[in-house]
């Protein structure tokens, strides 16, 4: 896994520990090249889109659901019926709507803030 992602084999164990992040290089090629994979696929849905919308800050919506078991994120602040997840893995925010829609995602908490 080190050597596909371009990593060495500590700095894995350091991400893998909590003791350090995989930052956006790495969760952009993480994400990528395995894209297809059921754990990627039920923490983020289609990987693509995301990251084009992420690294461009495209402000258009995305309307896809909140994952039900929620296990991949954990919630950072809740206003208004709104709740903000930060992602276990790749450390990025998700703002959801009250009826389960994710709204918009973010490496900024504070872009998420302002939508509240």
């Known amino acids: ?3 596909t ?14 003791r350090s992040s995989l930052g956006w ?8 090249l395995f894209q297809k994979s059921s754990v990627i696929c039920e923490m983020f849905g289609d990987v693509l ?7 461009f800050e495209e402000s258009e919506p995305s309307y896809r659901r909140a994952n039900q078991t929620r296990v991949w994120w954990n919630t950072i602040k809740e206003k208004n019926g709104f709740v903000i997840e930060q ?12 009826d389960n829609s994710i709204l918009a995602s973010s490496f900024d908490i504070d872009d998420l803030e302002k939508l509240i």
Do not use: D, F, W
């Open 1 to 3: 896994m080190a050597y």
């Open 5 to 18: 992602l371009g990593l060495s084999k500590k700095t894995l164990v350091e991400i893998e520990k909590g």
């Open 25 to 32: 290089s790495g969760s952009v090629t993480l994400c990528s």
């Open 49 to 55: 889109p995301l990251i084009h919308r992420i690294a």
């Open 87 to 98: 992602n276990i893995i790749s450390q990025h925010y998700r703002l959801v709507a009250p």
